[in-house]
């Protein structure tokens, strides 16, 4: 069975920073594309980042962009996501979620539970 | 950035009624659109991908169409469970972008 754990969560203040993690079981982690995607009460989900199975791929959204790093380590079965210069409206549920090709389009297929950031003065 | 517009934002409906939902994106997407569906504390599901075909057990009574722009998601008659949120998405190109939801209500 595919699980995503996430951690790393918590309640900053504007500029500081905080690191997430995503440890994986039940599948091939290396095989898989992983996505780290943000979901508000106001805004909905939205997508963040995400990393090619190998991680020689990496790709942002504009609004974290320069700010946030993803990276992983297959040998760990981990995805990361670093995320600096923290700003209120970063304040989201981040999800881990692992991407598969169906058809022709690459789609989140399996997400974990989240953790909470909160960014607030 | 391509950003995806849904409407209505809130449909309030009565089981066994059709639902039609609307997605239109600021750029072509050619076919490279998926719909989510999303319950109260609950992951996002895939209903829907390239458009009009149907992920692995979803209902046949959840229809996909669309291409390019304009698409629309259809749930032919609606059971109890189909009370939820639904989002479109595309994959077209970066950055993946997500439309608002539109929430389905029980009338």
């Known amino acids: 069975e595919v699980y995503l754990l996430e951690s790393g969560g918590g309640l900053v203040q504007p500029g500081e920073s905080l690191r997430l993690s995503c440890v994986a079981s039940?599948?091939?982690?290396?095989?898989?594309?992983m996505s780290w995607v943000r979901q508000t009460p106001g805004k909905g989900l939205e997508w963040v980042s995400a990393?090619?199975?190998?991680?020689?791929?990496?790709y942002y959204a504009d609004s974290v962009k320069g700010r946030f790093t993803i990276s992983r380590d297959n040998s760990q079965k981990t995805l990361s996501l670093q995320m600096n210069s923290l700003r209120a409206d970063d304040t989201a549920v981040y999800h881990c979620?692992?991407?598969?090709?169906?058809?022709?389009?690459?789609?989140?297929?399996?997400w974990g539970q989240g953790t909470l950031v909160t960014v607030s003065s | 950035e391509i950003v995806l517009t849904q409407s209505p934002a809130t449909l309030s409906l009565s089981p066994g009624e059709r639902a039609t939902l609307s997605c239109r994106a600021s750029?072509?997407?050619?076919?490279?659109l998926a719909w989510y569906q999303q319950k109260p504390g609950q992951a996002p599901r895939l209903l829907i991908y390239?458009?009009?075909n149907r992920a692995t057990g979803i209902p046949a009574r959840f229809s996909g169409s669309g291409s390019g722009t304009d698409f629309t998601l259809t749930i032919s008659s609606l059971e109890p469970e189909d009370f939820a949120v639904y989002y479109c998405?595309?994959?077209?190109?970066?950055?993946?972008?997500f439309g608002g939801g539109t929430k389905v209500e029980i009338k």
């Open positions: 998405h595309q994959c077209y190109n970066w950055p993946l972008t």
């Open positions: 390239d458009a009009s």
């Open positions: 750029q072509s997407v050619s076919s490279y």
């Open positions: 039940g599948f091939t982690f290396s095989s898989y594309a």
């Open positions: 990393i090619s199975g190998s991680g020689d791929s990496t």
């Open positions: 979620a692992t991407r598969t090709k169906h058809g022709r389009s690459f789609l989140f297929d399996f």
